[in-house]
């Protein structure tokens, strides 16, 4: 089941992405993950472990808490 704030750190791992200039294939790529993995976890269809968590934060050179914590616009 998915919660709220799983989906919303899901969305912002996508936007992440997005800002970096990557497709979820160079992600992939990069990671030694399938595009699909990376779609999973964009959706938030599957878990994303900690040790790629942490290779998405610097492949897209944010911090955790920007991903975890997103800063809401009004």
């Known amino acids: 089941k998915q919660t709220k704030g799983g989906l919303r750190m899901a969305m912002t791992l996508r936007a992440a992405r997005v800002n970096a200039g990557l497709t979820q294939s160079e992600v992939g790529d990069i990671l030694g993950r399938q595009a699909a993995t ?3 976890w964009e ?3 599957n878990r994303i472990s ?3 968590f942490v290779a998405l934060c610097r ?5 955790s808490d920007d ?3 997103p800063k809401i616009s009004s």
């Open 50 to 52: 900690a040790d790629d």
């Open 43 to 45: 959706t938030g269809a």
């Open 67 to 69: 991903i975890i914590l």
């Open 59 to 63: 492949l897209y050179q944010v911090s």
């Open 38 to 40: 990376v779609s999973a």
